[in-house]
Structures are given as structure tokens and as C-alpha cells.
């Protein structure tokens, strides 16, 4: 007990003296998660919520035009603009404008758009009330579309791209919903007077309800403060490797390690310290990542980091992702050979297994090659043992399979360092 | 077999992976108790083969190797209790005084309380070194890091302390302190097993020693003795020199 309690001990004492390395364990952490959360917080908004300047150009002048118009203005997440440099706004402009990338949407409703809708819709209800059995092919190809154009930045992404058509869209099919609609109810009007004129209701009869999966004690609503948090502790519990692989190789190259290995039994217990001390940080910096989700971020206006019921299971989920990033990077520091190499495979390994492992893409948007592979990641058994909790309100049961593999990871690791320093006596 | 030997190596062929040539060639040594032993010989001789051997740190591929009479291979864990080891390179953690490095040492060979706290005080206090026992190693001079290198290979009052180049590149007057001190230990009944490239300081320390060059022991014996044999050479750098040759040894 004596040689485990000062070798923990002699472990802190370098730990606390060594000012870089804190930095890198307990407050780089705390800055990247605070960093990206804030960053990708704008991707986990309503569309609604965000603001996009799009240049306009209403050549139709008429009903289509104008709805468009309106309906961009009052959509909320998007800004119109008509004129440049005081100036109206014409077709060579607005692909001048957005060529350039000084704006990254431009809109053009071309004259007779609505002209179109009307003109195809009044062919179409004088075909239904008149005898003809149907229209021709030949007869419906003079109603070629009025083409609505947009055009887009090349760095627009396709998903915002996706979420201003079907807007636009919505906007196109209401207005000729509403044409055709009162020019059907003319002509019903015609051959059945009424005083009771029939109104179009843009509502729909049918609404769409989101409602997220929840557990009988809580419904947890996922916001960027739940899905970052998770993701960024566990990608910075496994940066522990750096100083970790440092501190090994270091006792390997100053020759602390032969005077280790020359004393009784130390073998097991120096590793042990390391290990004990190595989660200990761990853990305090899961417990400070926590406190920027459930503290700070919520000073800047962010939703704050529900712990959910199950706290036992995210301690268990908490002590299994640090075991795994400790045994990692003690099987680096055993095989690497020098700092450069521990710290360059180390650091970019980590940014590769985060990447797989859906750290900085969910992994069911990945294609389905690289969703196999993300298994193979322990930054993905720990995610999605914390997502277990913080997403999906789950308990201990559900993040043992997690735990249990990231434990698994701890154990295999250490002993192919074990092994490996057996097989070539490297001190 | 019982003896009186601190150390009996017998036959011993260690070849490294990847390497035709042996690094030790079948070499026989044996060290009697009490001895101030110097094992010389140029760069890439075998010396720290020799030594990493005798401290069970290095496998070999064949003969026997006895420290006190047990076997480095079957009784490792008896023959670390009673072996120091003072390696070239400053074996102790940078950011920790000298008393936090040699406190964790003590602890680690079970010394704990005021009987390590008393052993601490008196080895700084032999090595002048008590007034810096507060000070991190990394401010320590040269001299001061190899005088607590000492320190911490003997604290445990080791029989058999081995000495990689305990005096390399330090200045007079720690190297005298040093090696006053290495003379006390022996005098109290410590065997100890030196390597050094400084011939006349192993002249001066050693009671015998062997000289070691392409894995082979090329000579052994008291250097006094030697020099007395050899009419024409006059100290023990020229027997190295005539027997080692002039080449250099780089690798």
C-alpha cells in the first residue's frame, strides 16, 4: 500500500508541476467544448431561427410575385432585397452578385409566371365542364412552366439549399392551389348561382407533430448543449493520451524506469498509480465539462445540460470511457519511441477515431461503409453511451453493452503493452 | 554451489535481434564480496550489456548469471531487494525535489517514517547536498544531479551497487566527493561494480577490473598488478590502449 499511495502521489506531484500539460488536460478541453458547442449550436436551431440575405428580382408583377414575396419576408429566416446600390435589381446582377459570392441566393420570378398558372388553370376547368373526354398531349404542351430561377453559391450547402426550395415551393403551390381554386369557383358560380361564396383556406387539413422519444421520468428535447457536450468530453477524455504517452516515455528516456524496474514488485503498482491518477483526471475533466453545459453556456443564452435521473449510469459510462482513453495511451506510450511520435499518431489517431466514430458527424448520415467501421471506434461506444443518457433518458442497462466494451478496449490495450514490452524489453 | 562471490557470470553469449554479431562472447567474470570492481572498455565494448544483464533487465541466449549466489533468472525478485543501480543518465523526475525523489525511492524499497527520513538526511548531508534537498532536480547543477543520482541508487543500503559512468562529465570537485564516498561504502561492506572511461579514476578506485572490447573479457585482475607486469607500460590507459588498439568505436 505504502509503494501504490507514493507512487499516486509522486504521479500528481508531476502532474500538477507540469503547467502545459494541465492546460491541455483540464482547460483546452473546456475551451473546445465551450467553442464548438456555441458553434454548432446555429445547426441544432429551427431554420427559422437563423437570418439569410437572398437578392429578389419579381419580374411577374402579379399574384405569384407577390406571394413569393410576402411569404419570404414573413418566413422569418430569410431577408430580401431588391435593389443594389441603390439600384432595382436586374437578371445580370444577381448572377454578377452571387458569382462573386457577395450573396449566396438569388430569386427570380420571371414575368407571366402567374400568367402561366392562370392561363393552364382556366384550360383546365373550361376542359372539365366542356364534353372533350380529356385533353391531348399536343394541347397540354402549350402550357410550358414559367421557370422560377435560383441560384445558388457554390459554398451554400445542400441542405439549406433543400430547405429554401421546398419554401419557395410552398409558396408556388399555394398561390396556384388559390388561382386554380377561384377560377373553378367562378365557373361553378356560373352554372350554380350563389350568395354563399366559397373562400380559399390556405391551411392545410392536415398538421405535422414532432414529438421526441422520451422515458417515464423525463422527456429530454435535444439541443446543441445535449449533443455537444457528450461528443466533445469524450473526444477531450481521450486527448488524456498526450500527456499520458509524454509522462511514460519521459520515465523511459531519463532512465527513471530502469531504477523502476530494478525494484521489487514495482512493475505492476507504478502502472496501477498511473492508471488511478490518469482517470482521476479523467473524471475531473468530465465533471468540468459538465459544469460549462449546466454553468456557463447557459450565461450566453444556451439551453442548459439536463443530467437526467440516471446518475449512477453516467458515472459507469464516465469511468469506462477514461479507462479506455488511459489504456490507449498507455499502449502508445509503450510503443512509441519518442515524444514526436507518440504525440503526432497519438493526436491525429484521435481525430480519426472521433471522426469515425461520429464525434463530428452523426453516424447515420454517413455513407454505409464508413457506419460499419464507426463500430470498430471507442470514441463511438463512448458517445453513444452518453447519448444513451443524455438523448434517449437511459439507464444503467443500456450503457453496459457501452461500458462493457470500453472496458474491454482498457484491458486489450494493456495487455498488448504488457506483451509488447515483454517481447522487446524496452525501457 | 555456495561461494563468495558477489557476482559469478558463467559462459554468457547475449546476441540482439537483428544483429550477426554477438554483443557478449561467451565471457566468464567473477567478482569476489567487498570488491570495488571496474569494468572497462571502449564505446560499444559490452559494458552496459553487461550491466543491464546483471540486472536482469536484458534476456541472454545462453550461460548462467549469479548475483550473491541466486540466480538472475530464477531469483530476480531476491536480488532486487539487495542490488543498487546508478545508471549513466539522471534517473530521477525533473519537477520533484530531491527529497520528493528520494522519499518516493525509499517508499518503493519499503523505507517509510523517521528510519528514511534519518537515511535521507544522512546521504545529503555525505554528499553535500542538504541545503538543496528543496529544490527541483531541474535546477540542480551538473555535479549535484550525479551526487543524487548516487543517493538514490543507494538509499536501500544495497549489497552489490552498480555504476554506469557515475562521474561523467562533472566537475573536480564533485567527482572527489563522489568518490570519497564510493571508498566509505565499500569500506562498510558494499561490492560495488563500476564502468568508466576515465582509466586513471578507476586506477585509483577499483581493486580489480576487467577490460571488455568486442564482447570479450581481454584481460582481468588487479591494476596495480597489471602494471607491475608490464615493464613497458607505465599506467593503466597505455595496457587499455595497447590491448584495445587506437581504432575509434563510433557505433
Known sequence: MLRFSTSVYKEILILIRDKAGIAILFIMPMVLVFVMTLIQDSTFRKLEETSLMVLFLDEDQDSLGMAVENGLMNSGFINIKKTYEGKLLDRETIIQLVTKGK????????????????????????????????????????????????????????????????????????????????????EISRYIPSDNNLKFDPTGSIIIEERYIKDKYNEMVPNSVQHNIPAWT??????????????????????????????????????????????????????????????????????????????L???????????????????????????EQAASFGSVSIIILAAIGGIWVPIFIMPDIMQKISIISPLNWGLEGFYSIFLRGGGIRDILPYAGLLVGFCILTMFLAFQYQRFHKKF | MEDNFAIRIENITKIYKGSAEPALRNISLAVPQNEIFGLLGPNGAGKTTTINILCGFLKFNSGEVYINNLSVEKDLNKIKRIVGLVPQDIALYNTLSAWENLRFIGNMYGLKGNKLKARINECLNMLGLEKSRNRQI??????????????????????????????????????????????????????????????????????????????????????????????????????????????????
Open chain 1, 103 to 186: 450573396y449566396q441566393i438569388g430569386i427570380i420570378i420571371p414575368a407571366s409566371a402567374t400568367g402561366t398558372i392562370r392561363n393552364k388553370a382556366e384550360y383546365l376547368i373550361e376542359q372539365a365542364f366542356s364534353d372533350v373526354d380529356s385533353i391531348t398531349e399536343e394541347e397540354n404542351l402549350q402550357f410550358e412552366p414559367a421557370k422560377v430561377i435560383l441560384y445558388f453559391d457554390p459554398v451554400i450547402k445542400y441542405s439549406f439549399r433543400k430547405s429554401v426550395r421546398i419554401t419557395l415551393e410552398k409558396f408556388i403551390y399555394g398561390i396556384e392551389s388559390k388561382i386554380t381554386f377561384d377560377i373553378f369557383t367562378d
Open chain 1, 234 to 311: 469524450v473526444f477531450a477524455m481521450f486527448f488524456i493520451i498526450i500527456p499520458l504517452t509524454g509522462n511514460i516515455i519521459k520515465e523511459r528516456e531519463s532512465g527513471s524506469i530502469l531504477r523502476l524496474k530494478l525494484m521489487p514488485g514495482s512493475d505492476l503498482i507504478v502502472m496501477s498509480a498511473k492508471i488511478l491518477v490518469y482517470l482521476l483526471v479523467c473524471f475531473i475533466q468530465f465533471v468540468l465539462m459538465l459544469l460549462v453545459g449546466i454553468v456557463f453556456l447557459p450565461m450566453l443564452g444556451l439551453p442548459v445540460l439536463e443530467l437526467g435521473p440516471h446518475i
Open chain 1, 313 to 339: 449510469a453516467l458515472i459507469i459510462i464516465a469511468i469506462a470511457t477514461a479507462l479506455s482513453a488511459t489504456g490507449y495511451g498507455i499502449m502508445l506510450g509503450t510503443i512509441a519511441t519518442t515524444h
Open chain 2, 138 to 251: 531541474k535546477t540542480y547543477s551538473g555535479g549535484m544531479k550525479r551526487r543524487i543520482n548516487l543517493i538514490a541508487g543507494i538509499l536501500h543500503e544495497p549489497k552489490i551497487l552498480f555504476l554506469d559512468e557515475p562521474t561523467v562529465g562533472i566537475d573536480v570537485q564533485s567527482r572527489k566527493v563522489i568518490l570519497d564516498y564510493l571508498h566509505e561504502l565499500n569500506k562498510k561492506g558494499t561490492t560495488i561494480i563500476y564502468t568508466s572511461h576515465y582509466l586513471e579514476e578507476a586506477e585509483n578506485l577499483c581493486s580489480s577490473i576487467a577490460i571488455i572490447d568486442n564482447g570479450e573479457i581481454i584481460t582481468q585482475g588487479n591494476p596495480g598488478e597489471m602494471i607491475e607486469s608490464e615493464e613497458e607500460y607505465t599506467d593503466l590507459e597505455s595496457i587499455f590502449i595497447h590491448l584495445t588498439g587506437r581504432s575509434l568505436r563510433d557505433n
